[in-house]
């Protein structure tokens, strides 16, 4: 079980192709460690696909892999679909995404969870440097053998900085407070977070 206050360090990287206008793919894959820094935990891996069919509307969907360390621990696979919206409010950039995941345990559970998130990019005066924050909750709504309980069972708030580095790439770097719910106890997880977002076209 994950210590309360737990220390994770957490390092992302998304790639992004736009296929032309409307159609654009992209990869993401993230690694975990834990137990204040000292331990593999998790690698997630989810390449997908977005279609926008409005100036600021998209949906998208692709697979999942959450893989879990060490060896032995079940892992979880499965299918993802996605709802976004973005928009600008002057030079303050706003995005909301749903996010559904329907997810396959080694064990044979099943987990099917929905994902609301909201997130604020503000630029920081004339500099390229940008002030990200966003909120994601997590809900439950199928939890066959998994050991949840249907509701709420996660709360992730973020605050970070980025820059572009080239045309083409772009660094964050920020902190995170997880709060999640297992057998009725509510734990935090800290999290530092650094990534790195490379488009290709």
């Known amino acids: 079980m994950t210590p309360n206050g737990d220390l994770w360090l957490v390092n992302s990287v998304g790639i992004e192709y736009d296929i032309n206008p409307q159609w654009a793919f992209h990869f993401d894959a993230q690694l975990q460690l834990d137990r204040d820094v000292s331990r593999l935990r998790e690698l997630e891996v989810r390449p997908g696909f977005e279609y926008a069919f409005a100036p600021n509307l998209a949906i998208a969907a692709g697979y ?34 749903l996010r559904t995941e329907e997810l396959f345990y ?29 909120e994601e909750v997590f809900i439950d709504l199928k939890v066959d053998r998994t050991g949840h309980q249907t509701g709420i069972h996660h709360n992730k708030a973020y605050a970070g900085f ?40």
């Open 64 to 97: 999942v892999q959450y893989q879990r360390y060490p060896t032995g621990m079940p892992s979880r696979r499965g299918p993802f679909e996605d709802m976004l919206y973005r928009t600008r409010f002057g030079p303050v950039a706003f995005a909301g995404r």
């Open 162 to 201: 980025g820059r572009p580095i080239t045309a083409q790439m772009k660094l964050s770097a920020g902190y995170e407070l997880d709060t999640y719910e297992r057998n009725g106890t509510f734990r935090n997880v800290q999290q530092i977070r650094l990534g790195v977002v490379y488009r290709l076209n």
């Open 106 to 134: 080694d064990n044979t559970a099943v987990l099917i969870r929905t994902r609301p998130l909201a997130g604020v990019r503000i630029p920081i005066g004339e500099s390229p440097w940008e002030f990200a924050v966003s």
